[in-house]
């Protein structure tokens, strides 16, 4: 299984920056897509989760309103996107992948290897 992550930048507060996880060796329809961020010298952080249909999304309550979580069946692809960016959201973003949809999950069965986002003021 490989979840690769692109679309890292760096970007000024305010602005916006769209993540996107590529997947492959894996039955996309069988697994809920997430977006986990590690900021450095802090712990891994929820950040959104996409049910396996699609149907169900939650986010945690720091970027609520700001990013939304998308999933494409064609493509097996699920992107993040970022509004309205602040000096917090600075954290390297990994796509995460888990058969069970759970609201604010921590644990997964695959991961990627991140993509870094900073966000300067």
């Known amino acids: 299984v490989q979840l690769q992550a692109s679309g890292g930048g760096l970007v000024q507060t305010g602005e916006s920056l769209r993540l996107s996880c590529a997947a492959s060796?894996?039955?996309?329809?069988?697994?809920?897509m997430a977006w986990i961020r590690q900021a450095p010298g802090k712990e891994r952080e929820f950040v959104a989760i996409?049910?396996?249909?699609?149907?169900?999304?939650d986010y945690a309550d720091s970027v609520q309103g700001r990013f939304t979580i998308s999933r494409d069946s064609a493509k097996n692809t699920v992107s993040l996107q970022m509004n309205n960016l602040k000096l917090e959201d600075t954290a390297r973003y990994y796509c995460?992948?888990?058969?069970?949809?759970?609201?604010?999950?921590?644990?997964?069965?695959?991961w990627g290897q991140g993509t870094l986002v900073t966000v300067s003021s």
């Open positions: 996409i049910s396996a249909s699609g149907g169900i999304t």
């Open positions: 060796g894996l039955t996309w329809s069988n697994y809920a």
């Open positions: 995460a992948a888990r058969r069970l949809y759970v609201a604010r999950a921590r644990n997964y069965d695959y």
